[in-house]
């Protein structure tokens, strides 16, 4: 297809997380820095901005420093930082003397909220995108047109792009077999399943998983339902809890990800394996020590509600309609126990989605490394075929074999997003001069 006279943005994201919310916040403050002006657009499938709303659970904290937001760790002085929020709701000086760095995680749910306001120019929510097709030009591809369609149905509607951001985040991981119903829930839409639920009728939950989810969801269930017994199931022996000492936190640094990329595969497969413990299936102490503090009071006591299936499984989930029917089978003794259930959470953790699959015939011209993973640049292009001008870019956790276990979390965000937009005004204005892009900030490539 040859290309016509359609208006070309420079970056047309898809999805608007976090991710992809930070980018837009980069291209606003170049924007305003005097540069020349960058074209962007994202398409959101979600009525609103909205991030893991299922479980903001109301005295939940983030697991991550509150410096660590959308832009400090790129532009300090941002108006965008969440001390400038803070400062706007009128709740600085309280903040200071709560004297913690991990705010609440509605609070912080607050400040994406915010943020989203200000740059609502550049986002269209509601809008599903349908196909990435290719614009051609003396045989190269020199944009994608990104066709999308609204959620609640009308015509759709095409933007074109020199650069495509996929930022399509995570989807909810269930086991094989499983499917969500009434009375079986994943974690993710926790806060929304549980008002459907009478307070003082129910009488037991099952709980599926080790991590920090399954945890809060634990805790939450046996607080917010008085008269019900809650049971957690999991492999391990018990809750490990996550690392979040100074040292290992520096997995997490910008730099560690130029170490990362940088390094043999083997020895990638060593770091993921010495660090998993800062993030994957581990919980904070203190949520530990909370939820054995019940379970011993309620031994004192006599009336025991929390009760730990520990190195054990599910074999079998029925759901019967008004009920589910949970056997779960001791890994050690065989054993089996039935729990009838009036509900059944997943806290199984997500899924990467499959970015690419939007882009059709498109995908092919990928690279790939030899076990089939997106082969990609420090900047997170995706190398592709030489007759491939435009730019993909990607966000999230199809990038986690290649740049680290920071890949799909809020720890890089920041700077992740100003190497995005260096390497795009690189690509394509090389007339900028790189000084005007301070606001890229540490970290930048």
């Known amino acids: 297809m040859q290309g016509d006279d359609t208006p070309v943005h420079d970056i047309v994201g898809v999805g608007f997380g976090p991710s992809n919310l930070s980018l837009a916040i980069a291209v606003a403050e170049a924007n305003a820095s005097g540069s020349r002006p960058v074209t962007a657009h994202f398409l959101e499938r979600q009525a609103s901005f909205g991030w893991h709303r299922g479980m903001l659970i109301d005295d939940a904290t983030m697991q991550v420093s509150f410096l660590k937001d959308l832009v400090t760790l790129r532009n300090p002085v941002s108006e965008f930082s969440f001390l400038s929020y803070?400062?706007?709701?009128?709740?600085?000086?309280?903040?200071?003397?709560?004297?913690?760095?991990?705010?609440?995680?509605?609070?912080?749910?607050?400040?994406?909220?915010?943020?989203?306001?200000?740059?609502?120019?550049?986002?269209?929510?509601?809008?599903?995108v349908a196909a990435v097709n290719p614009v051609t030009i003396d045989g190269r591809v020199e944009y994608f047109d990104v066709v999308s369609r609204p959620t609640t149905g009308g015509r759709p509607r095409t933007l074109r792009a020199r650069n495509l951001i996929l930022a399509t985040g995570l989807r909810p991981n269930l086991p094989d077999g499983v499917r969500t119903s009434d009375r079986v829930w994943h974690n993710s839409t926790l806060m929304r399943d549980i008002d459907t639920l009478d307070r003082d009728s129910a009488s037991r939950f099952v709980v599926i998983g080790a991590g920090q989810s399954a945890a809060e969801a634990t805790a939450l269930l046996h607080t917010r339902f008085p008269n019900a017994e809650v049971c957690s199931v999991f492999s391990r022996f018990g809750y490990s809890p996550a690392d979040d000492s100074a040292f290992?936190?520096?997995?997490?640094?910008?730099?560690?990800?130029?170490?990362?990329?940088l390094a043999p595969e083997d020895v990638k497969r060593k770091i993921m394996g010495y660090h998993a413990n800062t993030n994957y299936s581990v919980v904070d102490i203190e949520l530990i020590d909370d939820l054995y503090r019940r379970v011993y009071q309620e031994k004192v006591t006599g009336r025991e509600r929390l009760r730990m299936f520990n190195v054990s499984r599910p074999t079998e989930i029925t759901d019967h309609g008004d009920g589910v029917r949970v056997t779960v089978e001791s890994m050690t003794t065989g054993e089996r126990t039935v729990l009838e259930s009036d509900v059944v959470v997943y806290s199984t953790g997500y899924r990467g989605d499959d970015s690419l699959a939007l882009l059709g015939d498109l995908?092919?011209?990928?690279?790939?490394?030899?076990?089939?993973?997106?082969?990609?640049?420090r900047d997170y292009r995706v190398r592709t075929a030489?007759?491939?001008?435009?730019?993909?870019?990607?966000?999230?956790?199809?990038?986690?074999?290649?740049?680290g276990i920071t890949s799909s979390l809020l720890s890089n965000n920041a700077v992740r997003s100003g190497e995005i937009l260096r390497s795009i005004l690189r690509a394509d204005h090389p007339e900028v001069h790189l000084a005007e892009l301070a606001m890229s900030g540490p970290g930048a490539a």
Not at 363 to 368: E, G, P, V, Y
Not at 390 to 396: P, T
Request: aromatic share 12%.
């Open 86 to 128: 803070l400062h706007s709701r009128g709740r600085l000086i309280d903040f200071v003397n709560h004297k913690t760095l991990f705010p609440l995680r509605v609070e912080f749910h607050d400040y994406f909220e915010w943020c989203a306001a200000k740059v609502d120019d550049q986002v269209s929510y509601g809008q599903e």
């Open 248 to 261: 290992a936190n520096r997995v997490f640094d910008p730099a560690a990800v130029d170490e990362f990329y």
């Open 363 to 377: 995908a092919a011209d990928c690279a790939r490394d030899e076990q089939g993973r997106l082969s990609m640049t």
């Open 386 to 403: 030489a007759d491939i001008a435009a730019g993909i870019y990607v966000q999230g956790g199809a990038t986690e074999h290649s740049h």
